[in-house]
């Protein structure tokens, strides 16, 4: 099946600095990507999706582009706040068609005003 | 709109006893997933249900049961409680499963003494 890796954190940073959290995935097809976020002590937020080579998902600020040329789909935010802190996640469908998702191991952010 | 609910958020039992946790999926959708969340293992898929039949199934040992409800409700019993079974229970609900995505409820944090 599909999997996912996602770089280790955690990622420290200070307010309005840039973020990039890699995420690169091995898949069978073009699976829809996702980034969900979660929040201490809440559950996943869907934060942006891309369904197709090339999009580029968007939301809050933040940016991801799907890269089938290098299997990746990097979480991008141009100027982070204290309230991005947060755990981010990297997934995809396991299987094409179906709900089982498969989640990488999270990034811990954590920034600093 | 109203989202994914779980209850109960917090739940403390013993070693050898059972546990029914229960997720309302937002209205209208009839995929419910589960997935158990752990710092070791990180997020891991359980069991998917659809129109109440049992669509995927991850690797959980049989100890872990699932079913699903005419109104989409579904609910999730874990027998024989063991240590290694704390951890936060998501629930995810979504329209109608396949390509579309999914919906976190906040869990059910279960710490098992």
């Known amino acids: 099946g599909n999997s996912v890796t996602q770089m280790e954190g955690p990622v420290t940073l200070s307010e309005e600095a840039f973020l990039t959290i890699n995420c690169t995935y091995t898949a069978t097809g073009y699976p829809s990507l996702f980034w969900y976020v979660q929040y201490p002590g809440e559950g996943l937020q869907l934060l942006l999706k891309a369904t197709k080579a090339d999009d580029k998902g968007s939301n809050k600020g933040f940016e991801a582009t799907y890269r089938k040329e290098t299997t990746s789909f990097h979480l991008e935010k141009g100027s982070v706040q204290v309230s991005d802190s947060a755990v981010y996640f990297c997934a995809l469908p396991r299987d094409t068609g179906f709900q089982k998702l498969v989640f990488g191991t999270g990034t811990r952010l954590l920034v600093s005003p | ?113």
């Open chain 2, 1 to 113: 709109k109203a989202g994914v609910t779980q209850t109960p958020r917090y739940l403390i039992k013993t070693r050898g006893q059972q546990v029914t946790l229960s997720c309302s999926p937002i209205s209208g959708h009839r995929s419910v997933s589960w997935y158990q969340q752990t710092p070791g293992q990180g997020l891991q898929f359980l069991f998917e249900y659809f129109s109440e039949t049992q669509r995927n199934k991850g690797n959980f040992p049989g100890r872990f049961s699932g079913r699903q409800f005419s109104n989409s409700r579904s609910e999730m019993n874990v027998s024989t409680l063991e240590l290694g079974d704390s951890a936060l229970y998501l629930c995810a609900s979504s329209l109608r499963g396949g390509l579309y995505e999914q919906y976190f409820g906040p869990g059910t944090r279960l710490t098992v003494t």
